[in-house]
């Protein structure tokens, strides 16, 4: 060959498989802003400040220069709310806050071609209605997982069987009453938990979908609602206040994530957690870009990080979550679990993902929409 064509030869070959590899190579190699903003769920972001070995922000920042910060919320409200007033990149929105971020043109839609590990999503969450409008993408999967019932096991020797522990006076294991000892979640969104017990317990109502309640449905779960506030020790949204009050006020049981059941059991707690017989609502979050990003070369190299099973292994296992990414579950996390097994990869099909309520549903045609779920449940939650 000769000589002087060898540049270009060479030039055109690693093109070629450039392209082989990444469909956007360029973009890739891009240099980024140097700043990068997330809201996160707590625990979703860790750079080892709390354990060392989980961490997968420091890796990140060397590699892309984009350095990380985080504004943790507690609630998709308190989500919403902080991608209302702006100044963020990125957030990791559950499926009850996604679709009013797209309708409220907070987010912006998704270029896949910039994210070469789009392809090793889960099929069950690459098109998920959740963030995907008129076949536009507009996040990319990150976690999901179950709502679980934590409960304390010196109370319970054995796993609470219904989360009527949570919704009905009873006396518990220990012969003690439940009053003052138990805890709901402070969202709106709570309200599917309370419809997804009628769907089980009073299948009269004809509940087909914890989300979609026509104005009967929704008022018997007003009901039953109002009548657990003498229940309730407190509504919780801050992970940290609620593991202090299983730990210190005599809360016994609660619905909760599993990274607060990690975190006790992480302290020598006696904690644990079940799914009860009428199953459980959970969570399938995605990380979305904000419509006025100023860093999103950042952003994308984020969004394709993120499905690194580097990121995905240790977070599954650090939050109790299951990554998005099938693959992961073979690699190795810090403390070496079982942790797709153990978090319940294969009960997708059982757990009914939070997703904003509407006017106009599948069910039934007609449904009570989330404004007035958040409406009715701040003046529940008051004691009216």
Known sequence: MYEFLKPFVCTVVAVFFASLFSVSPTFAAEKGEGHLSIIAWPGYIERGDTDKTYDWVTEFENSTGCQVTVKTAGT??????????????????????????????????????????????????????????NGVHYGVPFQWGPNVLMYNTTVFPTPPVSWSVLFKPQTLPDGKSNKGRIQAYDGAIYLADAALYLMNTKPELGIKDPYELDETQYQAVLELLRQQHSLIHRYWHDYNVQMSDFKNEGVVASGAWPFQVNMLQAENQPIASTIPREGATGWADTTMLSASSKNPVCAY???????????????????????????????????????????????????????????????????VPYSRWTQDYIAIMGGR
Request: charged share 20%.
């Open 76 to 133: 998709s409200d308190e989500m919403a709310s902080l991608m209302n007033k702006g100044g963020y990149d990125l957030v990791t929105a559950s499926g009850d806050a996604s679709l009013r971020l797209v309708a409220g043109k907070k987010v912006q839609p998704i270029d896949i071609t910039k994210i070469p590990s789009w392809r090793k999503v889960d099929k069950r969450l690459q098109n998920a209605p959740w963030h995907t409008v």
């Open 301 to 367: 190299k984020w969004l394709e990080w993120s499905l690194n099973d580097k990121v995905q292994a240790p977070l599954a296992e650090w939050f109790g979550s299951n990554p998005s990414v099938p693959a992961a579950c073979k690699a190795k996390a810090p403390g070496g679990s079982d942790f797709c097994a153990s978090n319940g990869f294969n009960q997708f099909s059982q757990i009914k993902f939070w997703k904003t309520p509407q006017s106009k549903c599948n069910s039934q045609g007609n449904c």
